[in-house]
């Protein structure tokens, strides 16, 4: 969290000064900060709350975009072409491929043996589907893995505090 407002900081002191990339990343920073301040303010922050935002911003989200759409997309487009375009972004199948299977990977986590359930989540798969979308086209527009790393894991972890 420390490291987060430091590094706003000097952003936003640094020499040459870009007025609306500021805002945004003071925005960033409020919406970091956010959710502990709101458990803090009530009372329930725990160690295990700080360290599952720590772990969702610095490894699980950058850990499953890897393989979705740093190993999974890359590779299937790179065989088969980006051909397809939205707007100003090419892609290809690699797209629709690694967001189905992050979708079906997300959807398969509500089936517990142990408790006796053998469903998957529809509504749950076709959500992470959506998002696999919008991730993979993050990662095609601007050709690595860092914005869908990013948006990964800010939305993973600001979910984890309010939650």
Do not use: H
Request: proline fraction near 2%.
């Amino acid at each position: 969290m420390f490291i987060i407002l430091l590094f706003c900081f000097l952003m936003i002191t640094r020499k040459e000064v870009n007025p609306a990339g500021n805002r945004r990343l003071v925005l960033i920073g409020l919406l970091l900060v956010s959710p502990l301040v709101l458990r803090f303010l009530y009372g329930e922050t725990t160690t295990g709350l700080l360290k599952g935002f720590m772990w969702n911003i610095l490894i699980g989200g950058f850990a499953e975009e890897f393989f979705y759409r740093g190993y999974l997309q890359s590779s299937i487009n790179l065989e088969y072409g980006t051909n397809w375009r939205i707007g100003k972004v090419s892609f290809g199948p690699g797209l629709l491929v690694s967001s189905l299977l992050y979708g079906l990977g997300r959807g398969l986590r509500t089936i517990k043996p142990w408790r006796g359930v053998y469903s998957i989540s529809w509504s749950w798969t076709l959500f992470a589907f959506t998002v696999g979308i919008f991730y993979g086209l993050i990662r095609e527009s601007s050709g690595d893995i860092i914005g869908s790393g990013t948006a990964k894991s800010l939305i993973d972890a600001i979910g984890e505090a309010l939650v």
